[in-house]
C-alpha cells in the first residue's frame, strides 16, 4: 500500500509579506535619506555662516589695524591671510575658507563702491537654495548667493574710507 502525501494548497502568503517587507523597508530608506540631505543641507548652511562671519570679522579686524588711521579696505583675501602694511605681519582671518557649496574659495567680493577696487562684504557665488529664509541680520534670503556678510563700518573712520555719495575715489 502506498502512502499519499497530501501537500497542503499554496496561498503565497509568505511572497505577499516579502514584498509588503520590502515595500516598507523602501519607504523608511527613502525617509531616511531624505532627513539625512536635510541635515546634510542645515550642516552646509551653519558652515556658510560660520565661514562668512569670519571673513566679515577679519575684514573689520584688517581695518581697525589700519596704519595710516583711515580704514583702508583688502583688495584680496590674501591680505586678510597676511596683512604687511606695518612693521608687523597680521593675520586677521586664520586660512582662506572655502565656500561650503561650492568647495571652492571663490567668494564673491562685494565692494562699497563700484568703481572701488576692494571689499568690505564677501558672498557665495552658489545658487544652491537654502532651507532657512533668514538670516540672523534679518536680511531675506532664499539661496546661498543672496546672504551678504559685511563688516560693520569701523567708528569714525567710515566717512574718511569710503568716497562720498558714489564720487570716485
Known amino acids: 500500500m502506498r502512502a499519499s502525501c497530501a501537500l497542503p494548497p499554496q496561498r503565497g502568503f ?21 532627513a539625512w540631505s536635510q541635515a546634510a543641507q542645515r550642516e552646509r548652511e551653519r558652515e556658510l555662516q560660520f565661514r562668512g562671519e569670519a571673513i566679515a570679522a577679519a575684514i573689520a579686524s584688517y581695518q581697525k589695524a589700519s596704519p595710516n588711521r583711515q580704514a583702508d579696505l583688502p583688495a584680496t583675501l590674501d591680505e586678510l591671510l597676511e596683512d604687511r602694511r606695518g612693521p608687523r605681519v597680521l593675520h586677521h582671518l586664520r586660512q582662506r575658507y572655502a565656500d561650503p557649496f561650492t568647495g571652492q574659495a571663490d567668494w564673491l567680493l562685494v565692494s562699497p563702491v563700484p568703481e572701488l577696487p576692494r571689499f568690505n562684504a ?48
Open 14 to 34: 509568505t511572497y505577499l509579506f516579502v514584498l509588503f517587507l520590502v515595500a516598507l523597508t523602501s519607504a523608511a530608506l527613502a525617509a531616511l535619506g531624505q
Open 122 to 169: 564677501v558672498r557665495s557665488r552658489s545658487e544652491q537654495p537654502l532651507l532657512r529664509e533668514r538670516s540672523p541680520q534679518g536680511q531675506t534670503i532664499a539661496k546661498a548667493s543672496d546672504w551678504l556678510f559685511s563688516a560693520p563700518p569701523p567708528e569714525g573712520a567710515a566717512s574718511a574710507a569710503l568716497p562720498a555719495s558714489g564720487a570716485a575715489p
